[in-house]
Structure formats: C-alpha cells, structure tokens
C-alpha cells in the first residue's frame, strides 16, 4: 500500500482543517514546497495536494505555489482543489501534476466528467468525500444527498478508473480511519481505491493494508508526529 503525505494549501500556506471547516485550520508550515522536501526526503514516492482556495472558488488559487512544489521535488503528485473546467486540468497537467481528482463536477457536470475521462484516463481520480455517507461537494461546504456507494457504481461504470474515498468527520480528527465505509466502496468497484481521513497510528496503517487497497493519505498525524512518515513508510510499502 502506498503511503501519500498530504499537503493542503490556504492563503499559500501548509495548513490542516478540522473536518474539512474552514474556519478550523491550523498553519503547520509557512512554505509548502520545504514540506514536500521533507517528505520527500522521508521516503515517499506520491504527494497528494490540495488547493483549498480553489476548492473554495472553484478554480485554481494556488497556482504559483504548485508550481513551485512541482519543480522543487521529484515526487509524483496528485492535485485537487477547484478542477470544475478542462482548461484547470489541462494547466495542472502543463506545470507536471501526474494526476488531477475531481470532486464537485463528477456529481454536478457528468458530460464533463466524460470529456476529462476520454482525454486522461487514468491519470484522472474521483474524490468521493463522504459526510454520514452521503457525498460533499463545493470544498465540503455543501452535503448533496447521493451516497457515495451509489456514486461509485454510477461513476465506474461511466469509465472513472480510481476513486478517493474520505470520511470528512474524521479528516483532521485523529480519529482512526472509517474501514466500514472503505469496505462498502470496494464492495462496489473494481478499480484501485485511495482512503483519506483518520489516520493516526500505525496500527491504523496496518488495518488499511489490510483491506488490500491501492494506498492511504496521511495528513494531520505526520504534522503531530503521531506517524513517523518514514517508519511507516519502511513497513507499509515494503
């Protein structure tokens, strides 16, 4: 399973939310780019990057600091945050992000989703971000009522190939990762899925294994030095 530190960008800062409130943040670090550095250094292969300003707008903000991080490190990255046109994803494709997620406009603009799947493929993941199991949209400040099971078989069999299964109550929460959830989504596709939110140990990492699923997004934990990225890294992927 492979272990993707995350790093969530506000006003060009490294920043944590508690369950995705914006008004609940914590600044870890002043410049992204020197953290991606240090996971890097630690060992990991992917970064998985948010631009919260974009979620927010529904177009990238952050562009510059992404460029940055982009040139800064050799990881592989994958980015969300505000891919609500095909001219978001193609820029973000132009600065070097290997993979785009989309949130919103997989539920909203399904004509959309198909044009981003005919052109990426797989370089395309769908985040399915979950609150009581029901899927958030607009940088979760909106809960539609669609349950993310349901949106998952729709969406497979519209062609999407990866999906990102977070658990909003526990993202930033220290709370332990909700398997039961991760367990109905992988009940209902067949493609590679990514879990988000909750994790805080490495027993947390182990039971994610477990589950056989493609890897896990660490966040607040590695900033709290609940999970030492490198240990875990030195366990969970090899």
């Known amino acids: 399973m492979i272990i993707l530190p995350a790093i969530d960008i506000k006003g060009g800062q490294c ?3 508690y369950q995705g409130d914006y008004a609940q943040v914590t ?8 953290v991606a550095q240090r996971w890097q250094s630690a060992g990991a292969s992917w970064l998985h990057v948010v631009d919260l300003d974009g979620a927010a707008a529904g177009h990238p903000v952050n562009v510059e600091v992404i460029r940055r991080m982009r040139a800064g490190t050799s990881l592989r990255i994958e980015l969300g945050g505000g891919m609500r046109l095909l001219a978001h994803m193609q820029q973000m494709f132009d600065l070097g ?8 406009v997989a539920l909203t603009d399904r004509a959309l989703l198909g044009e981003t ?15 009581n199991g029901r899927v958030a949209i607009a940088g979760w400040r909106e809960t539609s009522q669609v ?4 949106l998952a078989v729709e ?4 062609g999407v190939q990866r999906f990102i299964y977070t658990d909003i109550a526990r993202d930033g929460a220290l709370k332990g990762p909700n398997l039961e959830g991760l367990r109905q989504i992988q009940q209902v596709i067949t493609c590679p899925l ?3 939110g909750g994790v805080a140990s490495l027993d947390d990492l182990r039971s994610l294994a477990a589950l056989g699923i493609e890897g896990t997004i660490v966040g607040k934990a590695l900033y709290t030095g609940d999970v030492d990225l490198a240990k875990a890294i030195q366990e969970i992927e090899r």
């Open 15 to 17: 920043v944590r939310l």
């Open 27 to 34: 600044t870890y670090d002043a410049e992204p780019v020197q």
């Open 97 to 104: 992000i290997d993979r785009v997620i989309l949130g919103t």
């Open 117 to 131: 799947l005919a052109r990426w493929g797989k370089r395309i993941a769908v985040g399915l971000d979950a609150r």
């Open 147 to 150: 349950q993310a099971a349901s």
């Open 155 to 158: 969406l497979s069999a519209s």
């Open 194 to 196: 990514i879990a988000s």
